[in-house]
């Protein structure tokens, strides 16, 4: 018997057990379509993630406390005011220097409240970390010197707490102090999962004080030519290096906060993958099972295959084939859902998801080779059988 | 009266079947000693003779055709098939002598569910190795030849027993084998039903030159039979014998 009679004998016998075979395909579906699925939301999220950092603009350094490795605790922040003023003087043309803070916080106006993120800021901070203003203007020197109470906010921030009204000029309480709102911010949209429109933005120095601080968390340096961004992050160093030790700081361009993030959610991709894979084994050792029970309902019919002529390894070979069959069926399938439902999700839910190929061939074929590697074990025991004795079988 | 069963006779070019002092023991549980379902029988078929074996129940008539039907092979004593010692055949020949040289015929007809009446009929062609459109044309041969031309594409459960045993029988003389085994044909079926199958049998044991054994505790269809060999508790009874016309 050829392989392509074999298939064809396989197929017919899928067929006449219908209930069964779909029974059988079930488990490889849902163990392919999670592989798919997930993969496709950790894909998805590596996606937003990139999307967002490039956001920030590629001549952006990110100075952070700590050494920033994935797994290490982070370290709190020992920078200050005196360090976005050195760096500013030392960089002068080169490079425009912010520093920020930033703490969740109930805000209040007299029309509405919100729990949201307060962000201490520089003056510089509008345009180093790009918040375009939308009206009136953003703090200034003389602020952040005096720690003025005065804020600026996000687009969300002020239709939350104002309502349609034009905030400008408005007061807002935070931690129990007044400000005065003087401008607001036009609608960005969220990065890297932070709403950046519901932020309300007041001087660094009165978020100090708001905090019971006297540090700021971290550095934001924009250079002014990409060319010379390295030049500057060296700068940047020196700088802070006669101040702290080399382990206190780091200093991160746009490309390592993607390898850092991008490490993060490979990670996380795999992580995923694997649990999906988890399924997908499940759904190999159900598919030998029922092919065992297949076997065994089926004594007669391999008895009387044999008696028909059929040698062992032909009836070996069917078992097999079907086994490979219905998992390849069940393969295609659950690609085919797991695929329907990454763009239904990625289309009609917040959650991202980007079907990559490799995934959907991988999965499909595991779901083949789980088909040979569990139907060889029922497929042997159906060839071994008797004939006479599974012909009796009643 | 010529006798070609005794022991002693040497073996008979001329028959499709041999069978020299049989025995055949099954193992049961962990008893040493088995049960002794054949003890000892001889016997020839010769091409094209319609020869019927009865006895009571356990008498091993179901085991003496697994024996003639290359499905089982002999615990002492020798079974040849179409001259080959079935001994001494490899699984994989035992499987083709099955497939190309002998038909069987069950009681419970044996037919695959959910599967055409052609389909079944064509089953032995798959493993001869015949390709679909012969298969197909084959199949339908045999099916016209039993009487069911018109039924190609039903399913078992779409047709009566008898039309079932009919389908069964069309398998059993599709590769025209050279032997026809049936273990109990009219078993499952009425009276009436079963002078029909046997007819069909006959008749295609008288057409197509097979030999025809049928195992019957059915002394009515014993009698269709010009030889009758009687089992009784693994031995042949008695061997009887209607001179030729
Ligand atoms: N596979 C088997 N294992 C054990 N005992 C068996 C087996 N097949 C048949 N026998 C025994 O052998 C004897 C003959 O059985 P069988 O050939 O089926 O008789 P019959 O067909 O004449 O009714 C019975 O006692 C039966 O129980
Ligand atoms: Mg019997």
Redesign the pocket.
């Known amino acids: 018997m050829s392989f392509r009679e074999s298939v064809r004998v396989a197929l017919t016998a899928i067929r006449a057990n219908r209930l069964r075979s779909g029974l059988t395909v079930l488990g490889v579906v849902i163990g392919v379509m999670s592989v798919v699925l997930l993969v496709a939301v950790g894909s998805g999220a590596r996606a937003v993630v990139t999307a967002g950092v490039e956001d920030l603009g590629s001549n952006l350094l990110l100075v952070a406390p700590g050494t920033f490795e994935f797994g290490q605790a982070p370290t709190r922040s020992q920078f200050t005011l005196g360090d976005v003023e050195d760096l500013s003087r030392q960089l002068g043309e080169r490079a425009r220097v912010a520093g920020s803070i930033a703490s969740g916080e109930r805000v209040r106006s007299d029309t509405g409240a919100a729990f949201t993120s307060v962000i201490g800021v520089t003056a510089d901070f509008t345009d180093v970390v790009n918040r375009p203003i939308a009206r009136g203007e953003f703090l200034n020197e003389s602020d952040i010197a005096t720690a003025r109470r005065v804020a600026v906010l996000g687009a969300s921030a002020a239709d939350g707490l104002f309502g349609g009204i034009d905030p400008i000029a408005r007061q807002i309480t935070v931690g129990g102090l007044r400000y005065r709102v003087i401008g607001t911010v036009e609608p960005l949209g969220s990065a890297l999962g932070v709403d950046r429109d519901s932020q309300v933005y007041i001087p660094l120095t009165a978020a100090q004080r708001l905090f019971g601080i006297r540090t700021i968390d971290t550095l934001f340096v924009r250079g002014a030519d990409r060319a010379d961004l390295d030049g500057v992050a060296e700068t940047v160093e020196q700088v802070l290096g006669e101040r702290f030790g080399s382990d206190e700081f780091s200093i991160l361009s746009q490309d390592e906060i993607l390898g850092v993030a991008g490490r993060i959610l490979d990670t996380l991709t795999l992580v995923l993958a694997a649990i999906a894979g988890i399924s997908l084994l499940v759904g190999g050792i159900g598919v030998s099972n029922i092919m065992l029970v297949s076997v065994s309902e089926r004594t007669r019919e391999i008895g009387l295959r044999k008696a028909l002529g059929a040698r062992t390894p032909e009836i070996t070979r069917q078992f097999l084939v079907e086994a490979i069959v219905l998992c390849g069926i069940g393969g295609l399938l659950g690609a085919a859902t797991g695929i329907g439902l990454s763009y239904v999700a990625d289309r009609f839910t917040p959650v991202p998801a980007q079907v990559t190929g490799w995934s959907v061939a991988l999965a499909f074929g595991v779901s083949v080779a789980v088909g040979v590697i569990f139907g060889v074990f029922p497929a042997r025991r159906a060839g071994r059988l008797d004939p006479?004795?599974a012909l009796?079988r009643e | 009266m010529p006798s070609a069963s005794t022991p002693d006779t040497v073996l008979d070019e001329a028959s499709v079947i041999a069978v020299r002092d049989v025995t055949r023991s099954?193992r049961?549980g962990e008893r040493a000693e088995g049960?002794h379902?054949l003890r000892g029988v001889s016997f020839d078929v010769r091409p094209g003779e319609f020869v019927a074996i009865v006895?009571?129940?356990?008498?091993?008539?179901?085991?003496?055709?697994n024996l003639l039907g290359a499905l089982d092979r002999p615990t002492t004593g020798t079974v040849h098939i179409d001259g080959s010692d079935v001994a001494g055949l490899s699984d994989t020949r035992l499987a083709r002598l099955r497939n190309l040289q002998i038909g069987f015929v069950f009681q419970q007809f044996h037919l695959l569910a959910r599967t055409s009446a052609l389909d079944n009929v064509a089953l032995p062609l798959i493993y001869a190795g015949v390709g679909r459109r012969a298969r197909a044309e084959q199949a339908r041969a045999a099916l016209e030849a039993v009487g069911l031309g018109h039924r190609v594409d039903h399913h078992p459960t779409e047709l009566s027993g008898g039309e079932q045993q009919r389908v069964a029988i069309a398998r059993a003389v599709v590769t025209d084998p050279r032997i026809l085994l049936a273990?109990e044909p009219t078993g499952n079926l009425d009276t009436a039903t079963g002078n029909d199958v046997m007819g069909l049998l006959e008749r295609l044991n008288a057409e197509r030159g097979a030999a025809l054994v049928v195992?019957t505790h059915d002394m009515e269809v014993a009698a269709r039979a010009p030889r009758q060999i009687r089992?009784r508790d693994?031995r042949v009874e008695r061997e009887r014998r209607e001179s030729p016309a």
Do not use: E, F
């Open positions: 006479v004795t009796r | 099954y049961v049960v379902a006895g009571p129940s356990g008498s091993g008539k179901s085991t003496l055709l273990d195992i089992l693994g």
